[in-house]
């Protein structure tokens, strides 16, 4: 949960909007969360990849496979068990994933 946390924290430090966190534990081997959140623009999509990762790396967490930094409307981050999609507003309403995955219980990081 302090991984959650962590990166929960970065990301409502920079303002992503919308943040939410499921556990997807029991419906996938893709992992056990996806944090999921959205941005005004591509420079905070990537403000929040990069606050993410500098935040993760201070607790020794490295970041296993990151996706879409140069593009900056949807930055997947993989962190084995935990998977963050940082998005534009306009690319989460697109591909709602809350919906695909409305099965996964909801967690509250507490921030």
């Not at 302090?2 to 029991?26: C, Q, V, Y």
């Not at 967490?61 to 998977?83: F, N, P, Q, T």
């Not at 994933?97 to 099965?103: I, M, P």
Request: aromatic content about 8%; overall charge negative.
């Amino acid at each position: 949960m302090e991984r959650i946390k962590t990166i929960a924290k970065a990301l409502d430090d920079k303002k992503a909007r919308n943040i939410d966190i499921l556990d997807i534990s029991k419906l996938t081997s893709l992992g056990d969360y996806f944090i999921i959140c959205e941005c005004g623009s591509g420079v905070q999509v990537r403000a929040c990849a990069d606050a993410v990762e500098e935040k993760m790396d201070e607790i020794g967490v490295r970041c296993v496979h990151k996706e879409g930094y140069a593009g900056g409307s949807w930055i997947l981050m993989d962190y084995g068990d935990i998977i963050v999609h940082i998005m534009q507003e306009e690319t989460r309403q697109f591909y709602a994933l809350e919906r695909l995955w409305d099965d996964a219980p909801r967690i509250d990081a507490g921030i």
